[in-house]
C-alpha cells in the first residue's frame, strides 16, 4: 500500500507542475534545443507545434523520458531550471 500512495503523491505533484506550466510561456526554440531536442520531439510530442504552450507542457510531462543533452539545452536555453529537474528527479526517486 505504501508504494501505492508513494506514488500518487507523485502523480499528485506532478500534476501540480503541469497546472503551473499551463501558465508558462512556450519552449525557446535556440539552435542548441532544435539540435538536442529533435529526437526527443519525434518520440514524444511531435503532435504539438513547435514553440507551442502544448509543446512545452509535453516535454515536462516526458521530462524523466527527455534525453539529457535535451534537457541541458533546455535549461540553457531558460525553459526550465536545474532545481525543477533536481526536484522532479528527487519526486522519481532518481
Do not use: H
Not at 2 to 7: D, E, I, P
Not at 29 to 43: F, G, K, L
Amino acid at each position: 500500500m505504501k508504494f501505492n500512495t508513494a506514488k500518487l503523491l507523485i502523480a499528485f505533484a506532478t500534476i501540480l507542475g503541469f497546472a503551473g506550466a499551463a501558465q508558462a510561456e512556450s519552449v525557446t526554440i535556440t539552435p542548441a534545443v532544435q539540435q538536442n531536442c529533435q529526437w526527443d520531439y519525434d518520440n514524444f510530442c511531435k503532435e504539438y507545434g513547435i514553440g507551442s504552450e502544448l509543446l512545452d507542457m509535453c516535454f515536462k510531462s516526458n521530462g524523466a523520458k527527455l534525453s539529457k543533452a535535451c534537457v541541458d539545452a533546455l535549461i540553457a536555453a531558460g525553459d526550465t531550471s536545474q532545481e525543477y529537474v533536481d526536484q522532479q528527479k528527487k519526486l522519481l526517486g532518481r
